[in-house]
């Protein structure tokens, strides 16, 4: 995401996605029209990336005369599937709401494409800590995000500050920053999405394993309460606690301020911190060029080998099983596989490979994450995990501007328990 100019409004995520996917349907849509080779859509839906993917497509089919592809960005995934008439070939954010589809089978079979793709053990057993299909690979991941606290080098050196890599070492430097006048954190507690993924998702990782935490609570199933040997409100109140602590430290306006305001204001200093992933470096950096900008994990324990990136398979590869073309959707999937198509990509969109053999992150700020990415201190987000008919951002927002954490996560288990039960009958 970005802007030509600073006195030009900023773009929301959702009016970006509306906009470039529109554009994207449309080519797509155009460029098959006078094809007699077998036509087969790729849906990816990601904004930032939509005019990426369509030149990807348009290079696909020149070097690919016997196959047509179209690049779909505006269809309803669930509705597709519901109609029996899904995409072709899928490339896109893998999570809890994504691995439903893999869960009842609706996926095909990869498993004979994992040689040449060549994904890290450790990158892959992030797709199985979701639900997966018995016997099957159905996903292929493709490019991982690694998120953590953005941070003002210029700021932490005028007051003298160390990177923090202890959680009390972490409040000493907010009480020197409010000592001297400065706001520690800029929060953006408007959008909901940007404390479920940020302090929420990062304090609980930092301080649990969280993908040992969902298991245990899938294996209970309907068991599952606040009475339970896990649960939210046993494993997750500790690590909000510590977190609202923090979220004292940040500026007065954060429930009026969303995420472009976090953007601007973290880009013209008025924070030394903010908790954000490299989606929005891009729009930081058009911003404040010369911004002298790195990034850490949020400690929020007392060891240091605690520290932890929060990432996700930010873009991921699947065939659907009721593809009438699985034969072209592979076609186009090893294409996109291939090394110098992917590194290439992650490059241009500060992501993580996800090879074995993958290059290391060109950003100069990710080279901060790097470290923690090779030796797989990563876990998925809480937030990730959870599914969207729980409104999790919702309850996060409510914790960081005043509700009671006991309250909200007892509402949280018994979400959960109630939607176990509902998975139980279907």
């Known amino acids: ?31 098959c029209g006078s094809s ?32 047509h592809a179209i690049h779909d960005a505006t269809s309803s995934l669930s509705a597709s599937f519901a109609r029996a008439t899904p995409p072709d070939l899928g490339c896109l954010n893998y999570n809890f709401e994504m691995a439903r589809f893999q869960e009842r089978g609706e ?8 040689p040449e793709a060549n994904i890290a053990l450790s990158v892959l057993e992030l797709v199985d800590q979701y639900p997966t299909y018995p016997g099957r690979t159905s996903v292929i991941p493709y490019s991982m995000m690694g998120a953590a606290t953005f941070y003002n080098k210029d700021i932490f050196d005028q007051h003298g500050l160390d990177v923090p890599t202890t959680y009390s070492e972490l409040l ?42 969902f298991k245990r609570m899938r294996d209970l199933g309907t068991e599952a309460s606040n009475d339970s040997e ?27 301020r969303k995420y472009a305001d976090g953007n ?58 009721g593809s009438q073309h699985k034969d072209e959707a592979r076609e186009l999937l090893k294409y ?29 700020r990710l080279k901060d994450l790097q470290g923690f990415i090779d030796k797989a201190a990563f876990y998925q987000g809480t937030s990730t995990a959870i599914p969207k008919t729980i409104p999790f951002e919702n309850y996060m927002q409510s914790v960081f501007t005043g509700g009671n954490i006991e309250e909200t996560l007892a509402t949280l288990d018994g979400d959960w328990q109630r939607n176990a039960r509902r998975q139980g009958t279907n």
């Not at 790729?42 to 020149?62: C, G």
């Not at 954190?185 to 990062?202: N, P």
């Open 1 to 31: 995401m970005g802007r030509s100019g600073a006195s030009l409004p900023l773009m929301s995520r959702r009016n970006l996605f509306q906009a470039g996917a529109l554009g994207a349907f449309a080519f797509g849509l155009s460029a």
């Open 36 to 67: 007699s080779a077998p036509t087969i859509s790729l849906y990816q839906s990601k904004p930032e990336v939509i005019p990426y993917f369509r030149d990807l497509v348009s290079s696909f089919n020149t070097e690919h005369p016997a196959i």
């Open 107 to 114: 996926l095909s079979d990869l498993s004979d494409l994992l």
């Open 172 to 213: 000493d430097i907010c009480d020197k920053l409010k000592s001297a006048g400065v706001t520690a954190f800029y929060f953006t507690s408007a959008d909901a999405w940007t404390l479920a993924q940020g302090i929420a998702d990062y304090s609980i990782g930092g301080a649990i394993d969280v993908a040992d935490f």
């Open 230 to 256: 896990v649960s939210f409100s046993k494993n997750l109140k500790e690590p909000l606690e510590k977190a609202v602590k923090l979220a004292e430290y940040t500026n007065s306006d954060a429930t009026s």
């Open 264 to 321: 601007v204001a973290f880009a013209n200093g008025e924070a030394a911190m903010y908790l954000q992933g490299p989606w929005a470096i891009t729009e930081i950096m058009s911003l404040n060029p010369k911004m002298n900008m790195g990034i850490f994990p949020l400690p929020m324990t007392e060891n240091p080998e605690d520290r932890k990136v929060r990432v996700n398979l930010d873009l991921a590869l699947w065939i659907p099983e």
């Open 336 to 364: 996109l596989i291939q090394p110098e198509i992917a590194d290439k990509y992650n490059a241009a969109n500060n992501g993580f490979g996800v090879r074995a053999d993958a290059p290391a992150v060109s950003d100069e």
